[in-house]
Nanobody, 116 residues
Framework: QVQLVESGGGLVQPGGSLRLSCAAS????????MGWYRQAPGKQRGMVAT???????NYVDDGQGRFTISRDNAKNTVYLQLNSLKPEDTAVYYC??????????WGQGTQVTVSS
């Protein structure tokens, strides 16, 4: 089994930055890709950024140039650097791990609030 533990959310002013972390443990070798998704109140959960086992990345259009996903294989941790944050980035951010048989594991979520 795989477990995901997120950290790094919080309250930040517009234009500020945050770094989210997602530490994976357990059957790490079974993970195909990891990512970050977010869900704002009253909205569907949507992709923010993903990174595959070989390091290929993908971003939501609004995150291009502002967000960076990276991984530290030695620590089994994926990071999401959020820069130039806007109030509309406010959401619960979830870490994800894609596993065999088209299954996806979610972390518990971490709140990001962008407000002055």
């Amino acid at each position: 089994q795989v477990q995901l533990v997120e950290s790094g959310g919080g309250l930040v002013q517009p234009g500020g930055s945050l770094r989210l972390s997602c530490a994976a443990s357990g059957s790490i070798s079974s993970i195909y890709a990891m990512g970050w998704y977010r869900q704002a109140p009253g909205k569907q959960r949507g992709m923010v950024a993903t990174i595959t086992r070989d390091g290929s990345t993908n971003y939501v259009d609004d995150g291009q140039g502002r967000f960076t996903i990276s991984r530290d294989n030695a620590k089994n941790t994926v990071y999401l650097q959020l820069n130039s944050l806007k109030p509309e980035d406010t959401a619960v951010y979830y870490c994800s791990a894609d596993l065999p048989y088209d299954s996806r594991l979610w972390g518990q979520g971490t709140q990001v609030t962008v407000s002055s």
